[in-house]
């Protein structure tokens, strides 16, 4: 992000990305540890979201303010999972904690933290409870149109759903899937989210079905949700209007294959291998390859690969800036 960018966030809503989004790495002790980050969650609330990046077959753990540090989802399952009060045990005004279960703090492992502080015009996180209707309208305090709106039902077993304004309100994604684009009017009812509110469908409104949605802006001082469609080179530059520090992408019909996230503190470089991918939808280990190349007004894509650049698919991505 540029000097003037950073000045236009300032004086626009009195906050810097470094405020509301941390990417954190740490190694597992098998015991409990502290993250420092200067996040406020306590105050503020937010979403963590933890990767083993060493282990073949470990999970995802999603836990935010919401529904508190008992409950916890997985991005690459469907299921809804038992409370578990030793993964974060706590979110604190400069962080959060975690506990000692294996998921966040097996020993000797590598692990990556993404946090997401609530904030108008960055990220939101709220819980609502189905009453039925076919069709229903969901207040939020995004403080702009959602980019990306992302809901899992938390009382039962079920896929997870993926607004993104780059497919439209007419088909959705799963998380925990490798699946292209589906099209449902039951899911978002075909509407568009606007700054205040969402609309579901009977697929997310079941009566007295509890759900979690998480929401993205899109095209703000430091978060971008965009599409792209894929050319088969390496390099296809795509403009972002910043410089990023996390990218999040996903081919939304062309082929089926993974969701894919890249940070710069894990590492994303010019050589070769230098790339490190996590998989939402899978427990696979982190990653390496030669794909994107970060630069000042977004990332160029160096790899030909289907499931970031064939020929004619189309894609969709997020993006966030650098502090």
Not at 16 to 44: C, K, M, P, R, W
Not at 175 to 198: E, I, R
Request: proline share 2%; hydrophobic share 35%; with cysteine.
């Amino acid at each position: 992000m540029s000097m003037m960018q950073m000045m236009l966030a300032t004086a626009a809503g009195g906050i810097s990305v470094d405020d509301v989004f941390s990417a954190d790495l740490y190694t597992g002790t098998g015991s409990a540890q502290t993250i420092t980050n200067n996040i406020n969650l306590s105050g503020e609330g937010g979403l963590v979201w933890i990767k083993n990046r060493t282990s073949v077959s470990a999970d995802h753990v999603l836990q935010d303010t919401e529904r508190g540090t008992s409950k916890y989802l997985q991005s690459n399952s469907s299921v809804n999972p038992a409370d578990n009060t030793q993964l974060i045990t706590s979110f604190n005004s400069d962080g959060f904690s975690i506990g000692n279960f294996i998921s966040v703090s097996s020993n000797n492992d590598d692990f990556v933290s993404w946090t997401f502080r609530k904030a108008s015009k960055f990220f939101d996180v709220l819980t609502y409870t189905g009453n039925g209707a076919t069709s229903r309208a969901i207040s939020h305090d995004l403080g702009s149109i959602p980019g990306m709106v992302v809901v899992k039902r938390t009382n039962a077993s079920a896929s997870w759903r993926v607004y993104h304004s780059g497919i439209g309100n007419t088909h959705y994604l799963s998380l925990n899937t490798s699946g292209q684009k589906a099209d449902s009017l039951n899911t978002w009812y075909d509407t568009d989210p606007t700054s205040t509110n969402f609309t579901v469908g009977s697929d997310l409104n079941a009566s007295g079905g509890a759900y979690v949605a998480y929401l993205f802006a899109n095209d703000e001082d430091f978060i971008k949700c965009g599409s792209y469609t894929g050319n088969d080179t390496t390099s296809h530059a795509i403009n972002v209007g910043f410089e990023p520090q996390f990218v999040l992408i996903k081919v939304a019909n062309g082929i089926s294959t993974d969701w894919f996230v890249w940070d710069t503190t894990r590492g994303i470089g010019t050589a070769s291998n230098a790339d490190k991918s996590l998989r939402p939808n899978t427990t696979e280990a982190e990653g390496s390859g030669d794909i994107l190349n970060i630069t000042s007004t977004g990332f160029t894509l160096t790899s030909n690969s289907g499931a970031y650049n064939g020929s004619g698919n189309s894609y969709i991505y997020m993006a966030i800036a650098a502090p």
